[in-house]
């Protein structure tokens, strides 16, 4: 079933949805997140275009998925990368090529502005979305995150 579907650029105007939605898929992923201090990150992201950019994915009910891109300067990849941190559609609406929407999106937007590479992590019991990445030619490497937080943030 296909949707008539428009991703954009988010904006200020935005901030509220993207709130909504970002703190839909922490629960769901079961990631505490301290949403003042959540609110405080999209604001800061949607006023300083150098942090990078968030997408949203609308249909005319209203958004319905969003995708966070950060910008890094990587040695790695020699030069300005992108890291996707979050890529999420509400359940009700995925399995409709939304997620592939926002990922090409997002893809391109960061091609656009001078990103040599694009960077991930997967959940390893996320299935679904190691099969969109990989068809979208990510590569899985052979490595593990680690994480340390810093300054009384939250686990």
Partial sequence: MTIDLNVVRAGVEDAGALHDLLNRQFEEHAIPVDAARLEEAIRSVLQDDSLG?????????????????????????????????????????????????????????????????????VDRSQARAENLYRRAGFCSLPRGRWVKRLGGSPA
Wanted: charged share 25%.
């Fill in 53 to 121: 950019f968030i997408l949203v994915a609308r249909v005319a009910e209203g958004a319905i998925g969003t995708c966070y891109v950060s910008f890094t300067w990587s040695l790695e990849h020699a030069g300005k990368s992108a890291w996707l941190e979050e890529l999420y559609v509400v359940p009700e609406r995925r399995g409709r090529r939304v997620g592939e929407s926002l990922l090409h999106a997002a893809l391109r937007k960061a091609e656009a502005l001078g990103c040599a590479a694009v960077d991930l992590e």
